[in-house]
């Protein structure tokens, strides 16, 4: 079934506000939309049709709202999802990716890489760019000659840019000419939509799920202190910071303040990121229930309940849970499998899961974040060839295969015997699979994420638990579904004016009255127009 971008479907389409709730609702999440006098061009645009693949079972189900398939094991005959080989074995492909893992061997010297290329029958070459430095590095890449693949995370003029230098993918994709790559038809309308621009398809979406951020908690320290990990009240949540809380013990309740204000806001059913009402919009950090929320938080950081250097930038909070030294974080859904490997060891007591928002009050019905549905968009190289768009999607369309294919163990895992094996149904990583296997090709194009944690079907079991509970939570930002020029380039400033202010007022070094001058700034610095440049974008999308 394909899906033209109405109205109605742009905004029930988009996802939410996972980046925009990790930071704070300073503003809203990234965007990948067009620019408000494109809006109405693109509303026609006729999505790829959603066609999920069934080749593969999950042991614990999906459901429509948006909870991810479950595997407790990887399938013992994994089967052939990809049955022809996208090239021929002569072609090169080029590729700028952001990279969040250490940078690999190079090809020459990386067996896991050589098998990918040689399962493409393509001989692909990565330009990497360690995430730090990926903001520095992409206008250099934009200005010059484009590599096949670019992954976009945000740039200004982005709808002009890929006017200028990137493929119109609108005959490739469009409505059922997807079916040719049924493993991109596996993406969710949702997803697609954040490649919409300039009237056409102009990119692959990076898949990102619904459930967003988490607050991680250790169940096991909750427990020993007598106490409830699913406090039912916001009174009850104060009562659980505090029982946990020893320094004496070197034991805090929290790390991050900026999210325990955020969580304190979900506790509320405040709006995500921005409010929309009859086409206005208002910024949640302009609603009496912000202040209501940083005056909480203030009074948390007062009575001591944070880690001393909970306001460090590049704080370990995921050390400091794991080591127990804070009991509650907020971290994004993606976060779960990296807790499990790093710290469920043999025979330790450790134990995590994620706590949903109480009630503020009796009258509160809480909420939580949409995660956005895409993390970014590879961009293709514009060209005329058309066998060669064709060969770059038979490429994106083999690493998209999803958990459960062969395709996707030789993605992620590699060559069984060499990068990794086969421990009791699961993949373990061999010492060589663990420095070779760093290529992320998975920012090229990706399967939607899996529920799986190799050695750990209990905590596989938990995290579906918490997302059939969760999802249905779930509220998108309105924002998410249009873009504002004037966001995408004064973000940072934005978004550290109120970072800063916000930090001040927790700290008590200021009082609230501080996040009212704060807000001046903010509105006349470019929030004003971020906010008249949403409303035209929304009036132009009816």
């Not at 450790?350 to 909420?367: C, E, I, R």
Request: aromatic share 10%.
């Amino acid at each position: 079934m394909s899906e033209s971008m109405s109205r109605r479907t742009l905004l029930r389409l988009m996802g939410g506000t996972a980046a925009a709730a990790a930071a704070g609702p300073t503003l809203s999440a990234c965007s990948s939309s067009p620019t408000t006098s494109q809006q109405q061009q693109n509303s026609g645009v006729q999505l790829p049709s959603y066609i999920p693949y069934q080749g593969v079972k999950p042991d614990l189900a999906p459901t429509k709202d948006g909870v991810m398939s479950g595997f407790l094991r990887y399938p013992g005959t994994p089967i052939v999802g990809v049955p022809d080989r996208p090239g021929t074995g002569s072609e090169e492909l080029t590729a700028f990716i952001q990279q969040f893992r250490p940078i690999p061997p190079a090809a020459s010297r990386n067996e896991y890489w050589r098998n990918v290329n040689d399962k493409l029958g393509v001989t692909l070459n990565l330009q990497m760019v360690p995430s730090a430095n990926y903001a520095d590095k992409l206008p250099t890449v934009l200005s010059g000659e484009l590599p096949d693949f670019t992954m976009i995370v945000n740039t200004p003029n982005l709808p002009q840019l890929l006017d200028a230098k990137c493929q119109n993918l609108s005959e490739f994709l469009a409505g059922d000419a997807i079916k040719d790559y049924p493993m991109l038809a596996n993406l969710r309308p949702e997803a697609w939509r954040t490649t919409v621009f300039n009237g056409g398809i102009y990119g692959i979406p990076i898949p990102r799920e619904r459930v967003g951020v988490i607050w991680f908690t250790r169940v096991d320290i909750v427990k020993a202190h007598g106490l409830n990990p699913a406090p039912a009240t916001f009174a009850e949540f104060k009562e659980l910071a505090k029982g946990v809380t020893n320094p004496k013990e070197n034991r805090w309740a929290f790390h991050g303040a900026p999210g325990v204000r955020d969580l304190i806001l979900r506790m509320m059913g405040a709006p995500v990121g921005w409010q929309e009402e009859g086409g206005k919009f208002t910024s949640i950090n302009e609603l009496d229930q912000t202040k209501q929320a940083i005056s909480d938080t203030r009074e948390l950081v007062k009575a001591g309940y944070f880690h001393p250097d909970t306001f460090t930038q590049g704080a370990p909070f995921k050390d400091w849970i794991g080591g127990g030294r804070v009991v509650m974080v907020s971290d994004n859904y993606s976060a779960w499998p990296q807790y499990v490997t790093q710290y469920l060891k043999p025979n330790s007591p450790v134990q995590f899961d994620g706590m949903l928002p109480p009630k503020y009050d009796a009258g509160s019905t809480p909420n939580l974040g949409r995660g956005v549905p895409s993390f970014s968009t590879t961009a293709f190289k514009k060209t005329d060839d058309k066998e060669r768009i064709k060969l770059m999607l038979r490429v994106a369309n083999y690493l998209a295969a999803p958990f459960g294919t062969q395709e996707y163990l030789i993605n992620r895992y590699g060559k069984e015997g060499v990068d990794y094996t086969m421990v009791n149904g699961d993949p373990i990583l061999t010492s060589k699979g663990e420095v070779e296997h760093t290529a992320e090709f998975y920012r090229i194009a990706d399967a939607p994420w899996p529920l799986y944690e190799p050695g750990h079907p209990e905590e596989t079991t938990k995290e579906h638990a918490y997302q059939v509970k969760a999802v249905p939570m779930t509220l998108a930002n309105p924002a998410d579904a249009l873009y504002s020029e004037t966001y995408n380039r004064k973000r940072n400033t934005l978004t550290k004016l109120l970072d800063d202010a916000l930090a001040e007022v927790l700290q008590g070094r200021k009082d609230l009255a501080a996040w009212d001058e704060a807000m001046d700034r903010w509105r006349k610095q470019g929030g004003d127009q971020v906010r008249k440049e949403y409303e035209e974008a929304f009036a132009a999308s009816k």
